[in-house]
């Protein structure tokens, strides 16, 4: 099918999946690095909640799932704690998004301090923090998100350009492409990390070349979703 033909059938296993299921699924992904001969990943986590939206006793039990998948394999991770917070622009939630929404910047910013500190001893884990998307975390929330990384010296991902129907709906909205966006509200640094990139402008290039910031390629991602062929070889030359 397509990306969104995926992403149907990812929110239907969303809907079901417990804290067990998120540790054994991992659990097996990463054997299947280990195996592969990868020792780290950085983990894009967005399921935060329970299957009615509503946060855990301990609010980061599913990252703790995951951490802890990693761990009990024996390769290191980055828990990069992800903010999603609407269904897009002037769109309603869907039920299954209920899982990764937050109501405020304030509750990411705890999980990521709760996160580091249980995890500060250990040299297996870092985390980082990331918005989702502009499609799914709003402006505001992006530059306080991005704020709170340059200061606490932590990396920030954020997808961007994946998918042309997200360009589309950055314009609506803003008036010009994703990269663009960031670009003049101050986001882009060296220490941004644009996931996928796929759809990426000769300026919005040049852009990311400028403040020397990080692609991240998920070429499974790219390949098995039809998503499309970066620009790598001008990406690298513009400075990224």
């Known amino acids: 099918g397509s990306f969104w033909s995926w992403r149907g059938l990812m929110y239907d296993l969303v809907r079901r999946v417990t804290p067990q299921d998120m540790y054994a699924i991992a659990r097996f992904a990463y054997t299947e690095l280990a195996m592969s001969g990868v020792t780290a990943v950085g983990e894009f986590h967005y399921v935060h909640h329970d299957r009615d939206g509503l946060a855990y006793a301990e609010r980061t039990e599913l990252a703790e799932a995951v951490i802890r998948a990693a761990r009990d394999t024996g390769i290191r991770i980055c828990l990069i704690r992800t903010a999603y917070m609407r269904g897009g622009f002037q769109k309603e939630i869907e039920p299954s998004q209920l899982r990764f929404c937050d109501e405020s910047v304030a509750h990411v910013i705890n999980d ?8 500060a001893a250990d040299p297996f884990v870092t985390v980082a923090v990331a918005a989702h998307s502009i499609r799914a975390v709003p402006l505001p929330s992006v530059t306080d998100l991005s704020t709170y990384a340059s200061e606490n010296s932590l990396p920030f991902h954020m997808h961007v350009c994946e998918q042309r129907r997200e360009l589309a709906e950055c314009i609506e909205e803003h008036g010009t492409t994703p990269v663009s966006v960031l670009a003049d509200a101050g986001v882009l640094s060296p220490s941004f990390v644009g996931v996928h990139a796929t759809h990426l402008s ?11 910031s990080l692609v991240c390629l998920c070429r499974t991602t790219e390949r098995d979703l039809g998503d499309g062929l970066p620009q790598t070889s001008d990406l690298i030359l513009a400075g990224a």
């Open 202 to 212: 000769t300026d919005e290039i040049a852009q990311i070349g400028r403040a020397q």
């Open 112 to 119: 990521v301090e709760k996160l580091k500190t249980a995890y």
